[in-house]
């Protein structure tokens, strides 16, 4: 039996409509990371566009940069996890909502 084409087409664009309004949600929600209990923090969108680093002005030690440097890193690494699984949590309950019905794999 052969694929119906228009039914097809009208997945592809209920897709495409869903996929607009998540990227839409995703840079309007904002993700905060943070190391060292919150002594240093960094906010960025769900589509990784950062927004603001804090650092307690206790955790800046001149004689021990190295340790700063490094929750600096960690907390960027918190923020991007954060905002990598805010999408795909976004992404699959757009998906499963949609109805849209996906090849075996590509399930969210």
Do not use: H, W, Y
């Amino acid at each position: 039996m052969q694929p119906d084409l228009n039914e097809m087409m009208r997945n592809v664009q209920k897709m495409q409509q869903a996929m607009e309004k998540l990227q839409g949600e995703l840079a309007a929600t904002v993700v905060e990371g943070s190391a060292g209990g919150g002594a240093v923090k960094i906010s960025c969108t769900g589509e990784l566009e950062f927004q603001s680093v804090k650092v307690q002005a206790d955790t800046v030690d001149v004689s021990d940069i190295e340790t700063l440097e490094d929750l600096i890193l960690t907390a960027i690494k918190d923020a991007c996890e954060k905002a990598k699984n805010l999408g795909r949590d976004k992404m699959g309950r757009s998906i499963n909502s949609s109805g849209i019905q996906l090849p075996p794999g590509f399930g969210f």
